[in-house]
């Protein structure tokens, strides 16, 4: 497998941690509520997160809820036969996930707060007293972002949405998955849609 750089897994990253973050639970004003997690809010697991690990809760946080979002995302996997035969947005095949956490440990130790490692984040997690308050969801925000990954033709399957052609590139194929978390039409659906693809197309 050639080796994927540094600037391809940080972009892959930075995709996943904007949608496990906007899909949290709760928060103020509210996320999409697809996974049952509120851990980057100060004034909820943020605050658990700040006081037990001072210097690095924004790190942890962002662990904990790609982790939390992986497994909703196998959760819906698991519905489907043969469920080793398709890529999704938390699960791009054992290799590359294995390296994507590798990258993500790199990053954690580098002493850089999230948004300045990752600078395509959409969010900005509060650090301490003094530090900008963290930033707000925006539904149409984040859609408009989304928008930006271009379109995606896909189909309902038993578990979600599949992708319909050819499955492209990783740093591509993760773009337009995460495209197809738009409704036709706008908006979110209130469940994780679990956009996923042929890992063998």
Known sequence: MPITPNSTLDHILSIQLNIAWAGESDGDPERLNWWRCDL?????????????????????????????????????????????????????GPALNERLDERLDELRTANLPPHQALPELLFKLHTGPGCDEDSAFDAQDFADWLSGMGSASHKASPAGRLLVGDTPPKAILIERLSAMLLQDGGGFAKRWPFPHAHAHA
């Open 40 to 92: 980057s809010a100060p004034a909820s697991g943020g605050d658990f997160l700040a006081r037990l690990l001072p210097q690095t809760w924004t790190w942890a946080a962002l662990i904990a809820i790609r982790k939390a979002a992986a497994a909703v995302d196998a959760e819906r996997r698991g519905t489907l036969a043969n469920a080793d035969h398709y890529y999704s947005i938390f699960d791009l």
